[in-house]
């Protein structure tokens, strides 16, 4: 057994890793060259950096700094940018979910931090990504009165409701759409957010003041979006464009709405 388990193990041999070294948001930063001689082809790439940091402690080096935490592709920590491309070549993939037979023998591998406005560098490949969670703050709950909790039932929601919900709570809020966005845009993830509350009918009766209230508070963060659709190929989770439909659809009701109340007055 253990000749046969040797003969299914492949290495990826002669990798050259150019990696992103940054003190602080004020210091310029450089790349730093680190080459890897042999590595598992069944390695995530965030196991190569685990490995690579190993050696640099041993030699008395800085480790590198580096976000991460379930490596299950569930949390969204992980952000790295790997040869221009936000989580790396796999699509659908979180870079802890990368695995290394996605690249071949005598590759040169360029790894940087998200890349964007609103995502100042704290180390390294480690970004403060804050802006994001002011997004959610400004209106990504529901209200719900107190008391004993309802049937689980009671509310009937049709199937296909459910399911684009259920697809737009994917969203782990990782940022890639914004590092992807040639505008750093973060409508992607504000439609994700919108959309998997409004969808559903314990959203609806702050549907309109939820959605003014969150994309104006992106827009205080982030660039503007022009449909260039790299969001959507960027996401680990595959999220659909349709959601900033659904959510600039909300924003104009909820800003008619709001001018209809003051025509009133």
Not at 36 to 61: K, M, T
Not at 191 to 211: D, F, M, T, V
Request: hydrophobic share 40%; with cysteine.
């Amino acid at each position: 057994m253990a000749g046969e388990r040797s003969e299914m193990t492949h290495t990826i041999k002669n990798l050259t890793l150019k990696i992103w070294r940054q003190n602080g948001p004020a210091d310029a930063g450089r790349f730093e060259t680190h080459q890897i001689a042999e590595i598992s082809d069944e390695a995530s790439f965030l196991e190569v950096l685990d490995i690579l940091n190993e050696r640099l402690i041993e030699q008395g080096n800085e480790a590198i700094t580096f976000d991460h935490d379930c490596r299950e592709g569930i949390c969204g920590t992980c952000s790295l940018m790997i040869n221009g491309q936000a989580h790396g070549p796999q699509k659908g993939t979180a870079t802890c979910q990368l695995h290394m037979r996605k690249f071949t023998d005598g590759d040169e591998i360029v790894v940087e931090p998200w890349r964007a406005r609103a995502f100042p560098v704290i180390k390294d490949l480690m970004t403060d990504r804050a802006a994001l969670d002011r997004i959610v703050e400004a209106g990504g709950y529901i209200t719900a009165p107190t008391g004993g909790a309802p049937d689980a039932n009671i509310t009937p929601i049709p199937k296909v409701v459910a399911d684009a919900a259920m697809d737009a709570a994917a969203c782990i809020g990782c940022g890639a759409c914004v590092a992807a966005c040639p505008n750093g845009a973060a409508n992607l993830f504000t439609g994700a957010k919108l959309s998997h509350l409004n969808l559903l009918p314990q959203g609806q009766a702050e549907r309109l003041s939820r959605s003014e209230a969150m994309v104006e508070t992106m827009d205080e963060y982030f660039g503007s979006c022009t449909n260039h659709g790299e969001c959507e190929a960027a996401c680990p989770k595959e999220i659909s464009i349709d959601v900033i439909a659904q959510m600039n659809g909300d924003y104009l009701k909820a800003k008619f709405k709001n001018r209809k109340l003051l025509s009133k007055r």
